[in-house]
């Protein structure tokens, strides 16, 4: 390589001294040429890990993925497969996008306010109270769809090519939405128009003016002046000075008069409600109230309500409820397979639910321990348990979960704690049969083992890995960015490696060897 030209205005050196210059200039060249080389051939390739957490990592996952962390884990991407798609990524706690393979994908942001969920005939997108869009397919190729936001649009489409378009509460025309067949509304509280089934109501400054016509159906409503409405076989109503005078029979389509159902009220002094045998009684509405049926043995008192709470239905099978608010309370309703038990509530719960396939048990002391265990057919065995604010530990067919420390003193809200777990929690350690993953804060310290390789990795610093070739075992390490790197076997000297920065290097590619054999890993089963 030629030595450089002297600049314009420097003095050129002697005879004698020329060609010292030139040696000296072509070994400098030399040097800066290797170095450049040995640099290239350090660096770690795109197919290696990289892990220089908090900043930045890129490395293998227990089970043969590829993951990508940064920014102590504000941005992750994770790949079940090696060169797979993305089953897993976020921004958190802005963002998070979930697609596991054969299941819908979900899409939490702004937890918990915002959500997506779209499947092979269902997408739904909320932000909640903002807007709301949904759209179902019908098996036979229609499309219904609805979007509802604020300040009161609401738009709704149709298969048979029906729409529905409203802007409360200026006008609107919507079908099908609640207990409405159809509704028109202008200016609303000024006119409305409802229909169901057969009848339609109108409505103007609702609720003062009202009527109804249709098949079987008539009233009228003056509020709170007087009120009359006569629906054939289903209800005739009337009051007089609302809420003061009621009166009501309900279910008249009933096959027997023990169905039907009388009630009358002066409120809020008396009221009475009576169904065949069974007779209710409301005094200072609605704070005081018994009900009883002598033909089933049923009873009930409220003494006052909410506070003292006593229920008996007269069957074994039935509800019992006793409750004196907040010592204590207890439900038990045997047909239902549910028993809960309460003292001072809100803090302490003990419950156990049985159902066709399985049992549900919780026992809570809020905030300070949560402990639910459930039993299912299918789904296997599956327990959680919390002791705030140290830990909390997941068990289920598939593997168990622990991590410390624990931000939430309330109910469990997995949604809402993976958008921020990475901001607090000092240790995780995941298992699933023989892969075990752990993570420090931050990801300073790692672990990916599964039946094939153990890799550790200590940010910058330090990372190990370990697996077989063949018969042997190896043990891989690399030190401060990949710089120092040597393999080492069990009956061989050791192996320097070229570096490879930044490191540690390893492949992303898993050995497919069976595992080295791991004395000081912790049992397989629960994790304690």
Known sequence: MPSVAPLRHRRAPSRATRPTAALAGGR??????????????????????????????????????????????????????????????????????????????????????????????????????????????????????????????????FPDGRMSRAWFPIAGRVRGLMTWDDMLFVLWPLFIRSTHGSYTNYHVLFPVFSWTRGEGASGWRVWPIYGTKKLDGIADRWFFLWPFFQHQTNNQKATRDENVEHHWMLWPLFGVTKQGSR????????????????????????????????????????????????????????????????????????RKQTFYDGTKEQRVLIPFYHDYESETEYGGKTRYRKVWPFFQSETRASGTRWSTPVINPLWRFPRLERQWDWTYQLYTKARDGRRVRERAWLGLYRREKDEDEDRRYFSVFWSNRRYRDGDAAVSETSLLFGLVRWRSRESDSLELLRPSIPGPGWPVQRATAPPVPDLLALPEGELQ
């Open 28 to 157: 400098g060249a030399r040097a800066l040429a290797a170095a450049l080389v040995c640099a290239l051939a350090s660096c770690a390739g795109l197919d290696d890990d990289r892990y220089l957490a908090p900043v930045y990592s890129e490395h293998s996952v227990a089970g043969g993925g590829r993951q990508i962390e940064a920014l102590g884990g504000m941005l992750i991407s994770r790949r079940d497969e090696l060169d797979g798609p993305v089953r897993f990524a976020g921004v958190r706690p802005l963002y998070i996008q979930e697609k596991p393979e054969g299941r819908p994908r979900t899409t939490d942001f702004l937890t918990p306010l915002g959500r997506a969920y779209e499947s092979e005939n269902e997408y739904t997108w909320a932000l909640r109270p903002i807007a709301r869009f949904s759209r179902q397919r019908d098996p036979d190729g229609g499309t219904r769809w609805s979007w509802l936001s604020l300040p009161g649009f609401y738009f709704a489409g």
């Open 279 to 350: 007779v209710s009684y409301m005094f200072l509405w609605p704070f005081f109230g018994y009900a009883k049926d002598p033909r089933t043995g049923f009873w009930a008192l409220d003494a006052p309500w909410p506070i003292v709470r006593v229920q008996r239905t007269g069957e074994e099978d039935g509800i019992h409820r006793t409750r004196f608010w907040p010592v204590y309370s207890n439900y038990e309703y045997a047909s239902e397979g549910v028993a809960s038990r309460w003292f001072l509530w809100p803090f302490f719960n003990d």
